[in-house]
């Protein structure tokens, strides 16, 4: 069943099926999403940047990201297109984060692994440890 929401770029109450805006917006970003496209696939300005485009088609930048993210703009065909990394802002052509940012959250994952490694050892020499107490302690009362 659909639901019914307000449009979240205009306000208007429409029934969410497939798109996550109401009709006359999801019109307004296909025609922002063309004016872009016909920028780029000209020849001189396939080698443009993120920036030049926003500048060449006054389309948010966030809007072209969004584009790019989705899979309708295909970086393999414009070298110089872009967008931020979502940790540092630095411009990368795939995945979220760059390589910078993916190798820190990797070590900080593998820093976690190894202390939660530890503490269960911990753990385990602490139990070892009130269990052979106890078994003195049951011989004694004996």
């Not at 306000?11 to 805006?21: D, I, M, P």
């Not at 999801?26 to 001189?44: D, G, L, P, S, T």
């Not at 926003?54 to 297109?81: A, C, K, M, W, Y």
Request: charged letters at 35%; a positive charge.
């Amino acid at each position: 069943m659909a639901d019914l929401l307000n449009c979240p770029n205009c306000g208007k109450l429409f029934v969410k099926a497939l798109r996550s805006v109401c009709n006359d917006c999801a019109k307004e970003v296909e025609e922002k999403y063309n004016k872009v496209y016909q920028f780029i696939r000209k020849r001189e300005n396939r080698r443009a940047t993120i920036d030049e485009v926003t500048e060449g088609t006054d389309v948010e930048q966030s809007l072209i990201i969004q584009f790019i993210r989705e899979g309708r703009i295909h970086l393999s065909q414009f070298p110089n297109l872009g967008y931020p990394c979502e940790k540092c802002g630095v411009m990368i052509r795939e995945q979220r984060l760059c390589h910078s940012c993916a190798k820190d959250l990797r070590q900080g994952l593998h820093t976690i692994d190894r202390q939660k490694e530890f503490d269960a050892r911990q753990k385990k020499r602490e139990n070892a440890k009130i269990k052979a107490y106890a078994s003195l302690d049951n011989r004694l009362n004996r």
